[in-house]
């Protein structure tokens, strides 16, 4: 068994087959797409003319050139705002098209019965095949005749308008506006029109607001809410590219900090290679000059034994005087 339609789906449905919402949802999607559009040529303007600006930053300065514009209209009232607008045009096209029926039918009747139209004694039809889908307008009241009995008017009052129901006496009241409007062409029509109008207004009227006001205004804060969001993913991914552009950067520059640290060990090692030779040397020599002395100590000692040798030789008599 297929799932039954929730009430606030068809409450939608409904909504969407109201061509004065559609065309405020379209005038919201249009600003919008107006306002994305605005909001990528500023930051492409101000890209170029501070480049070390981030997106973030455009962002906020974009948010403060609009700003200072006056708030936007609510939905509720931009909604009767175009219902509103969208009535006064039906109205104007009807009555336009009205008009342009009654002058056809008079003139018909001028042509058919001059002396009839002339004296005023039928008045003309209106023909409303020309307006589709409209309510008829009311018939127009025939001029009251007293009655050859009782003298009294009988109005045919219709059922739509306050005073006595059809068929019934009129008061006296009721007898001065019958003959009054009888004894005046113009005001009639006039009549006519204001009650055609009246009508059409009652049709077209609005049976209050819709049945759940509150979740209309939720969906358009959701609407709004949800572009406004999409716009600030972008934003973030446009961030985080950049943000990875300068990951990639300080990569590079690690990098060639890591040679640099390897090119300076290296250095290192040949500086302690070559001190530690030169201390060896140093020591080498050192140890050299010591026994150098060493040596000459031990010549000077043989030097020494030597001449004590040839004197004891001597006194003893092994060996001669030295010549």
């Given at each position: 068994?297929?799932?039954?339609?929730?009430?606030?789906?068809?409450?939608?449905?409904?909504?969407?087959?109201?061509?004065?919402?559609?065309?405020?949802?379209?005038?919201?999607?249009?600003d919008m797409d107006n306002l994305e559009e605005e909001r990528v040529a500023f930051i492409v303007n101000l890209a170029?003319?501070?480049?070390?600006?981030?997106?973030?930053?455009?962002?906020?300065?974009?948010e403060l050139h609009i700003?200072?514009?006056?708030?936007?209209?609510?939905?509720?009232?931009?909604?009767?705002?175009?219902?509103?607008?969208?009535?006064?045009?039906?109205?104007?096209?009807?009555?336009?098209a009205l008009r342009g029926g009654t002058a056809s039918n008079i003139a018909t009747q001028d042509v058919g019965h001059g002396t009839e139209a002339a004296s005023g004694s039928k008045r003309p039809q209106?023909?409303?095949?020309?307006?589709?889908?409209?309510?008829?307008p009311p018939k127009r009241l025939k001029a009251a005749k007293p009655s050859a009995e009782t003298n009294d008017v009988e109005v045919p009052v219709p059922l739509d308008e306050p005073g006595p129901r059809r068929g019934k006496k009129a008061t006296t009241k009721d007898k001065a506006g019958a003959v009054n409007k009888s004894a005046n062409e113009e005001n009639e029509i006039v009549d006519f029109d204001e009650a055609y109008m009246k009508q059409m207004n009652d049709a077209m009227?609005?049976?209050?607001?819709?049945?759940?006001?509150?979740?209309?205004?939720?969906?358009?804060v959701l609407g709004f809410a949800a572009v406004t969001q999409h716009q600030g993913i972008k934003v973030r991914m446009q961030e985080l590219e950049a943000r990875s552009q300068e990951i990639e950067f300080q990569k590079q520059?690690?990098?060639?900090?890591?040679?640099?640290?390897?090119?300076?060990?290296?250095?290192?090692?040949?500086?302690?290679?070559?001190?530690?030779?030169k201390q060896l040397v140093q020591t080498q020599h050192n140890d050299a000059e010591l026994a150098g002395r060493q040596l000459n100590f031990f010549a000077n000692d043989l030097v020494v034994h030597q001449d004590r040798f040839i004197l004891e030789s001597q006194a003893t008599g092994a060996i001669g005087p030295a010549t």
């Open positions: 068994m297929p799932r039954q339609p929730r009430k606030r789906e068809v409450e939608w449905a409904e909504k969407c087959k109201d061509k004065a919402y559609q065309a405020v949802i379209e005038s919201i999607a249009e170029a003319a501070e480049p070390t600006l981030t997106a973030k930053q455009a962002g906020h300065r974009f700003a200072t514009r006056p708030p936007e209209e609510h939905f509720d009232v931009m909604l009767a705002r175009v219902r509103q607008e969208m009535r006064e045009q039906e109205l104007v096209e009807a009555r336009s209106v023909d409303n095949s020309i307006i589709q889908d409209q309510p008829k009227r609005m049976k209050g607001p819709f049945p759940d006001v509150k979740m209309t205004t939720q969906l358009h520059e690690l990098e060639v900090r890591k040679e640099e640290i390897e090119v300076r060990k290296q250095e290192l090692d040949v500086e302690q290679e070559v001190r530690r030779l």
